[in-house]
């Protein structure tokens, strides 16, 4: 069972965050300064062998805006492409955003193989839609990672193949996930989530 570890006050907060719509959503959706605010590591996850994130949780180290941020543990094996996610789930109409951000940190010591990318999921059949192309995270260095929601892009694809960005696709988004690739690089530790942003 994959595990999300936080103090009672936070999970109180989670259970009553309410859901975000247009009309609430600001530049910065997220920096997780009181809670986890509905992120989790999805329980289907459990069931991949290729996915290896045991354990999510609040932190106060290497923030790059406020005094909170995610904590991502993960156990890469080296020997083969395996990853780590986190996702949110809700209702989100990002018509009028040009992109999903995030800034990510790892250890000086991590190796340079570790990449990430943002997920969507959009529609009633939840179609997943993932950035065709992922970006190296920098060991030491504050990463950031950017999802182009400009209407008529290619930068996505689903199971299909590439797809390009439409309104539709944008205005009806149910899961907005951040996944930590590793391409057999042998890794075991944290990956800090801070400032996932929707921009303008």
Not at 114 to 135: C, F, L, P, Y
Not at 163 to 183: C, V, W
Request: proline share 4%; charged share 25%.
């Amino acid at each position: 069972m994959k595990k999300s570890v936080f103090p009672l006050p936070a999970l109180l907060f989670v259970l009553f965050f309410p859901v975000l719509h247009s009309a609430a959503q600001s530049e910065m959706i997220y920096n997780c300064e009181q809670a986890l605010q509905n992120w989790n590591i999805p329980n289907w996850s459990e069931h991949k062998d290729d996915y290896v994130s045991p354990i999510l949780a609040l932190d106060k180290n290497f923030t790059s805006k406020g005094e909170l941020g995610l904590k991502l543990m993960v156990n890469f094996s080296g020997d083969k492409w395996e990853a780590g996610i986190v996702e949110t789930e809700g209702f989100f109409d990002l018509t009028l955003y040009k992109a999903i951000t995030c800034t990510l940190y790892l250890s000086k010591k991590a190796p340079r193989n570790i990449s990430a990318r943002i997920v969507v999921a959009s529609g009633k059949d939840h179609t997943w839609i993932e950035m065709n192309n992922s970006t190296k995270v920098t060991p030491g260095r504050t990463t950031k990672v950017s999802g182009n929601l400009r209407y008529g892009n290619s930068d996505w694809r689903t199971t299909e193949g590439t797809l390009k960005m439409t309104d539709e696709i944008k205005s009806s988004i149910k899961k907005i996930a951040i996944r930590i690739e590793s391409n057999e690089a042998k890794y075991t530790g944290p990956v800090y989530i801070d400032s996932i942003h929707f921009e303008k």
